[in-house]
């Protein structure tokens, strides 16, 4: 499995910016695909996740109304688009899928994933 995150880059407060992950190697359909970012000195976060099907999406609490996760199955990629973006959604973000995920609560949690992309960094002044 390869990921390939994208996207990333210096924003404004209340701009909006766009992520994308590729996923190659495997079959798209077959892997859940989240989003997750960690700030400097902070844990990695959750932050957005789509189930294998695409129907069904889980936001954390900080994004839900801003950020929306998105699966093109034409393109086998994964978008995160960032609305009214904020000085605290500055981090690196990172995409990962993994083909066992169904519970919501394991699709939520970094370590439940095998497969990591290399992070694209998103900075937002203010």
């Known amino acids: 499995v390869q990921l390939q995150a994208s996207g990333g880059g210096l924003v404004q407060a209340g701009d909006s910016l766009t992520l994308s992950c590729l996923v190659s190697?495997?079959?798209?359909?077959?892997?859940?695909v989240g989003w997750f970012r960690q700030a400097p000195g902070k844990q990695r976060e959750f932050v957005a996740a789509?189930?294998?099907?695409?129907?069904?999406?889980y936001y954390a609490d900080s994004v839900k109304g801003r950020f929306t996760i998105s699966k093109d199955f034409a393109k086998n990629t994964v978008y995160l688009q960032m609305n009214n973006l904020k000085p605290e959604d500055t981090a690196v973000y990172y995409c990962?899928?993994?083909?066992?995920?169904?519970?919501?609560?394991?699709?939520?949690?970094?370590?439940?994933?095998?497969?990591w992309g290399q992070g694209t960094q998103v900075t937002v002044s203010s």
């Open positions: 990962a899928a993994d083909h066992r995920l169904v519970n919501v609560g394991a699709m939520r949690a970094a370590n439940s994933y095998a497969n």
């Open positions: 190697g495997v079959i798209f359909s077959d892997y859940a």
């Open positions: 789509i189930r294998r099907s695409g129907t069904n999406s």
